[in-house]
């Protein structure tokens, strides 16, 4: 029992440390059982290079497979415990469609 809180706050404190450095994702709240997370992209920039769009943000990385659209990625990292599980729901989901000139950069 103690392993799984030290565990569990080695976890919080992750997490916490992920997001003084991020902008993109906000942690709700937290428990022992579940950490609901928001993660929102509101600047971004569409630049066009040669004939292909190029979809920035600060933060992203990129793909490295080669002949995929070149579109931003966020990662982040969560521990959890041998015995534990994972399981994710999206609760609210908000898009926009917006129109480029080219096709992605592969």
Same mark, same amino acid.
Request: charged share 25%; hydrophobic share 35%; no cysteine.
């Given at each position: 029992? *103690?392993?799984?809180?030290? /565990?569990?706050?080695?976890?919080?404190?992750?997490?916490?440390? !992920? /997001? *003084?450095?991020?902008?993109?994702?906000?942690? *709700? @709240?937290?428990?022992? +059982? &579940?950490?609901?997370? =928001? /993660?929102?992209?509101?600047?971004?920039?569409? !630049?066009?290079?040669? $004939?292909? @769009?190029?979809? $920035?943000?600060? &933060?992203?990385?990129?793909? +490295?497979?080669?002949? =995929?659209? +070149?579109?931003?990625?966020?990662?982040?990292?969560?521990?959890?415990?041998? =015995?534990?599980?994972?399981?994710?729901?999206?609760?609210?989901? +908000?898009?926009?469609?917006?129109?480029?000139?080219?096709?992605? @950069?592969?």
């Amino acid at each position: 029992m *103690l392993n799984k809180k030290i /565990f569990t706050a080695l976890i919080i404190f992750l997490l916490g440390f !992920n /997001f *003084l450095f991020s902008r993109h994702l906000q942690k *709700l @709240s937290s428990t022992e +059982q &579940e950490v609901k997370l =928001d /993660f929102e992209l509101e600047n971004y920039e569409i !630049n066009y290079r040669g $004939e292909y @769009s190029h979809i $920035e943000a600060e &933060e992203l990385i990129y793909g +490295q497979t080669s002949g =995929d659209a +070149q579109l931003p990625i966020y990662t982040f990292l969560v521990g959890i415990p041998p =015995d534990g599980a994972v399981s994710y729901q999206i609760k609210e989901k +908000q898009s926009q469609r917006k129109s480029i000139r080219y096709p992605v @950069s592969p």
